[in-house]
């Protein structure tokens, strides 16, 4: 599925800091020794769309859904030939979005899950939102592919809600520590790798605080698969992720 010189469009502000990380990813990992050499880029950043825990959780009757339709409409406008969502939670509406988009929508979670299978993972923890939980996506596209994939207990859910909603969304980085202690409760129930399967919590695995062996990023893994799919040459990820073909 390679291709050359394709421009990505990015449906962003999902939330703010992690769309600015992955811009920053993308240039960063990216072979280049000009300008030129990059990506081309148009990078929507709606920050008013409507939360989209809130939306499936049914706290919220306020359907994120069309304002990210719209403005994936606008990308492709605008020239995008491929889109980047990062965000899991909005995986819940992926399927919408990728029917009525012209150009390809890169599915963050199934291509977590191909990369989990070609690591060998045999038993996923999910760290997301409650959104993300609720709509089973991990679970579903990594049952196909052949994985098992469990979340925190009661207790361990709210911590990871809390360290996304009350710290992250507000400026605030959490411990990684906070985030070890959940991680180390999945891991006690045999799960062999964590994913970091909310694109905030993304922020502290670039902190260098975490475990690299034992936490596989989401976003590292969007952001790899989009550079390879635009036709340039990822360089300085995860020795295990520059093996991946997506």
């Not at 240039?27 to 081309?40: F, G, I, P, S, V």
């Not at 709606?46 to 359907?63: E, M």
């Not at 979340?151 to 809600?161: A, F, K, L, W, Y």
Request: with cysteine; aromatic share 6%; charged share 20%.
């Amino acid at each position: 599925m390679l291709t050359d010189g394709k421009t990505l469009g990015i449906l962003g502000g999902l939330g703010p800091m992690s769309s600015v990380y992955f811009y920053e990813m993308l240039t960063a990992h990216t072979k280049a020794e000009r300008d030129q050499d990059h990506l081309n880029i148009i990078l929507s950043s709606r920050a008013d769309t409507p939360d989209r825990t809130d939306y499936i959780t049914g706290r919220s009757s306020d359907n994120p859904i069309y304002t990210m339709m719209s403005e994936v409409s606008r990308l492709i406008g605008a020239g995008a030939d491929i889109i980047a969502i990062p965000c899991n939670t909005a995986h819940y509406f992926y399927d919408s979005i990728s029917a009525a988009a012209s150009v390809p929508v890169i599915n963050i979670i199934r291509q977590t899950a191909i990369f989990c299978r070609r690591e060998g993972v045999k038993r996923a923890g999910i760290l997301a939102t409650e959104g993300t939980v609720l709509s089973g996506a991990y679970s579903q596209i990594f049952g196909l592919a052949g994985m098992e994939c469990i979340s925190p207990d009661e207790q361990g859910q709210r911590q990871v809600t809390d360290m996304i909603y009350g710290q992250i969304k507000k400026g605030v980085m959490p411990s990684a520590e906070a985030l070890a202690a959940v991680a180390n409760g999945l891991r006690a129930r045999g799960c062999d790798k964590i994913i970091l399967g909310c694109t905030e919590l993304s922020l502290l695995k670039r902190s260098g605080a975490l475990e690299d062996e034992w936490f596989i990023d989401s976003l590292e893994v969007l952001a790899y698969s989009a550079i390879r799919l635009c036709g340039k040459t990822p360089v300085g990820f995860d020795p295990r992720l520059m093996q991946f073909k997506p």
